[in-house]
Structures are given as C-alpha cells and as structure tokens.
C-alpha cells in the first residue's frame, strides 16, 4: 500500500537521519508512538538521559534475578512476575516429569527454554524440545513435560488472545525465518509409548483460578490429527535477523509472536553496525506507548552492565531509557565488532503491574546503575 509523504519539521542543531552522524557530544534520544510503528521524533541532548541522580516514587526501572525465583512442580504454581489484562509473564523452575497434564484456558502461552531440555506430550502428539526454544501453545491445549532433569522456562501468557507471526513485509515470509522451519507435535512412538488406562488429572486455569478435571485414563490418546491449529517450535539459533551496517535497525525488526497487545522479540548475534556514523547499539528511547520486559538467556548483553543469563528488566512507560554508560562508551568506540547476546523482549500496549517476590529476586539498587557515567 502507498504512504504519502509525511510532514517533519526540525529545529535546532540535529542530524540529517535518524541514528547516524550525530551533532558532536551530543546523546539521542527518540520519542515515538506505537512501539516503533508510528510517529517519532529524535531529540539531541547535551546530557545522557539516563544521567539522573534520583529516582524516587513508585515509577522506577526494575531488574530480576530470575535464577533465585522459586521451582513449582506444575506450570500452574510458577510464580507471577508481571501481569496486566492482557498480558502474564512467569518464570517456572521445573525438574522431573510431571504427574498431570495442564491447560491454560486464558489465552495462548509462550514458553521460551532457558535452561534444560526434555519432551513436552500434548493433545497433538511429542515434541522434544532444548535450551533456546520457543514452544507456542494454543489456547486450551493439554499438555505436560518430561524434563531432562532441571529446567527454567519462561512463560508468556497472550490473555484471551492467540500468538501468531508479524506480518514481515516488503522482505517476504522468508525473512527473519521461513515459517517451514517451524516444528509440531508428532504422533511418533514416543506418544504412543505413553497411552495409559490410569487415572489421569488435569489442570485448568480459568480466569486466574484452578480447577481439576480427572479422567480414569489419560486424555492424550489422539491416534493422528489434521489441520491448521497446532503447537509449534522455534528455537532462536534458527533466527536470522534483519541486520545493517549503516544503521541501527528498531527492536521492532525483531519481532517474533504477535498477538494483539503483546509483542514477543528475540535478539539475536550478530554483526554490530560498521558505519563510522551509525549509532552502534539501542538508542535511547521514550517509548511512550508499551512497557518493556527484557529476559537475558545467554551472551554478553552489550547494552547492559551486570547483567547475567537468566536474569531480567522491566522498563514501564514515564521514563527514557537505553544502554548503561560504559556499554555507550564501549559500543561508540567500536570495540566489539558483534554482540553474542540472546535476549526476549515482551513490549506490553497496556502497563503491566509488578507482583511480590521473593527476598534476592529483585535488584533494588538498579536505578543507580545508571549514575557513573564518563561517557
């Protein structure tokens, strides 16, 4: 479809593009709307944004340590992170094989793999999954894992919504990565080696609550199955994604699962932008429109300081916010040449509310990470 031409206006000393060849010592910093989708001015600043020397009230930035959240023995008792009405995250320590199926009755459910590897059994057959994958279920769908030990998943719930795949454009549907790479269940000998004449129990989650259906056998017996609707896996070693040498691309180019308040986003390794003028890592950003989780799964988190695999950050909306001082310092002097971070984002259209947690899980000292700055 067309765009026309849109009106710009400038002021002042600013760069002809946006994210390149910026005005000298000067820190940009981009306003815009609609998670990178709508309009967006860039504004250049003397000072870094995040140069504050206080941060007090109940807005703040938060990070988690996700390792020290609590293990459950079913996915239905993974402690709550965040949450709004259209959105759950959850992180679920797992070990073992679980005893009853579960099925989340709420909306699709995104598990991202962090640690661990298994099998998952479901309505539609096997799947065996590892560390960095992504396992989509839709709505309703009975399932149940077999972990190869202990395990850390991340759970994203699209609450009375469903997943599915951006709309990639002017690329094609191959880009980023081709839809036929995706993996379904399959009723393989590893299901069939699971039919059972046992009692079985299932576990519902219905608006927030738990009900238990038991069945005197177990309910995943399904011989074949047809069709368009399906669980599927992605792992992120198979993600290509949209790089430029000459600028830095918004996360929004990273985009994964889409429902229709939730954006689920994988960074990837890659090669780190070689324009001399190009801005070298996430610039800072006022994105006034969606709340920003982050969990890091593995790498070196080139925006970041201090941060380590498995854990997480939490922007909401009412602040700027962008790389750490000595990541700044690090990436404009072109000292690393690629990232080799994998990260998830969840950006949320609606403010997701924090829930108690554990003493050691939350990083209270985070807004001060921000305050020695050289750069």
């Known amino acids: 479809m067309k765009q026309w031409l849109p009106p710009m206006w400038t ?6 593009q946006a994210h390149c060849d910026m005005p000298e010592g000067t820190y940009e910093r981009e306003i815009g709307r609609e998670g990178f989708f709508g309009p967006a001015s860039q504004l250049h ?16 930035p938060h990070a988690y340590d996700l390792n020290n959240m609590p293990g459950a023995a079913s996915p239905s008792a993974a402690p709550l992170l965040l949450s709004n009405a259209a959105c759950q995250i959850r992180m679920w320590h797992g070990e073992g094989v679980m ?26 057959g096997h799947l065996e999954f590892r560390d960095g994958d992504y396992i989509v279920l839709p709505r309703a769908t009975a399932w149940r894992t077999e972990f190869a030990g202990k395990a850390s998943v991340l759970m994203v719930e699209a609450t009375n919504d469903s997943f599915g795949i951006p709309n990639k454009g002017p690329i094609g549907r191959q880009a980023i990565f081709d839809p036929t790479i995706l993996d379904v269940p399959s009723i393989d000998e590893a299901f069939k080696e699971q039919y059972s004449e046992s009692e079985t129990a299932t576990v519902v989650k ?10 005197p ?7 074949g199955w047809h069709g368009d609707l399906a669980p599927v896996k992605l792992n992120w070693r198979d993600i290509r994604p949209i790089m430029s040498a000459r600028y830095h691309v918004p996360p929004s180019a990273h985009t994964t699962w889409l429902a ?15 324009d001399p003028g190009a801005l070298k890592l996430p610039y800072y950003h006022s994105n006034d429109d969606y709340d920003e989780f982050l969990f890091y799964h593995r790498g070196e988190f080139f925006s970041r300081d201090n941060i380590h695999p498995g854990m997480s950050t939490f922007h909401p909306v009412g602040f700027p916010h962008g790389p750490h001082p000595k990541a700044y310092k690090t990436a404009m002097e072109y000292a690393r040449k690629d990232t080799d971070e994998v990260a998830v984002m969840v950006d949320t259209r609606d403010m997701l509310n924090t829930h108690e947690l554990p003493d050691g899980v939350e990083w209270m000292d985070y807004p001060d990470s921000w305050k020695a700055s050289d750069a």
Do not use: K, M
């Open 11 to 16: 002021d002042g000393e600013t760069s002809r």
């Open 260 to 274: 229709g308040r939730v954006v689920v986003c994988t960074f990837c390794p890659r090669p780190i932008e070689s």
């Open 99 to 124: 005893d009853h199926l579960y099925r989340n009755a709420d909306g699709d459910q995104v598990l991202f793999v962090h640690e661990g590897s298994g099998h998952l059994y479901c309505d539609y």
């Open 206 to 215: 219905r608006q927030n609550q738990l009900t238990t259906i038991t069945h």
């Open 45 to 60: 600043h003397q000072h870094p944004p995040t140069g504050w020397i206080g941060f007090d009230g109940p807005l703040r």
């Open 217 to 223: 056998f177990n309910p995943l017996d399904a011989i």
